[in-house]
Structures are given as structure tokens and as C-alpha cells.
């Protein structure tokens, strides 16, 4: 009914940037929060940033202040994250999650449409 898809991961050498992107579709009406959790091989799913449909308001975990940016597209039904600066700590499985309410949380239990993820690499 809500499909996420994923993309723009891949490997970066620390300092450099990296765009994700979430593309919605299906039953895009029902979405009122769109946000990016990140989870490293055996490490708990982490919240990063999340964004409301109608952009706005934001919300971001401290360690990406200033280097992430989470923003809407709205003609191509996307929700991005610009990733600057990045670390080899920011390596992990990205992925964006919907939720039926505009608050945004940082806990994934409410959001209920998750995409597949796509894979983010900083080397040192």
C-alpha cells in the first residue's frame, strides 16, 4: 500500500558527501512523517533525521547536526538526505520509514512502512 525505495549509497573516503534518497509511492496520502534510521552489523537500528510530508519541521540526532540535511522534493515524491562530512562512524544500512502522524519520532516502533535500506561505507 506504501512502497519506499531506497538509493544513493555506496563507498566514500571520511570528508566527502553522499545523497540518499527515499522515493514513495502507493498510498503516498496516508504518509504524514518521513525519517532515515541507520543500523550497523550488531548495533541497535538508530535513528538519524526525520522530516514531515508537508516539510515542515525537521528532527536530527545529535552526532549528524550540521553535516546531514534532511529535506522533500516534492514533484518527484522524495524525501533526501544530503550527507556531508561523513565518518567512517556513519557507516551503516540506511533506511527511510512512514509514518500515519505528523510528530516526528525517533523511535521505529511508529512507523509503519519501512524500505529495504541501502548501504553506506566511509573509509579512513
Known amino acids: 500500500q506504501v512502497q519506499l525505495v531506497e538509493s544513493g549509497g555506496g563507498l566514500v573516503q571520511a570528508g566527502g558527501s553522499l545523497k540518499l534518497s527515499c522515493a514513495a509511492s502507493g498510498r503516498t496520502f496516508t504518509i504524514n512523517a518521513i525519517a532515515w534510521f541507520r543500523q550497523a552489523p550488531g548495533k541497535e537500528r538508530e535513528f538519524v533525521a526525520a522530516?514531515?510530508?508537508?516539510?515542515?519541521?525537521?528532527n536530527y540526532v545529535d552526532s549528524v547536526k550540521g553535516r546531514f540535511t534532511i529535506s522533500r522534493d516534492n514533484a518527484k515524491n522524495t524525501v533526501n538526505l544530503q550527507m556531508n562530512s561523513l565518518k567512517p562512524e556513519d557507516t551503516a544500512a540506511y533506511y527511510c520509514?512512514?509514518?500515519?502522524?505528523?510528530?516526528?519520532?525517533?523511535?521505529?516502533?511508529?512507523?509503519?512502512?519501512w524500505g529495504q535500506g541501502t548501504q553506506v561505507t566511509v573509509s579512513s
Open positions: 522530516i514531515r510530508w508537508n516539510g515542515i519541521g525537521t
Open positions: 520509514a512512514a509514518r500515519d502522524g505528523p510528530s516526528l519520532y525517533t523511535s521505529g516502533n511508529y512507523y509503519q512502512h
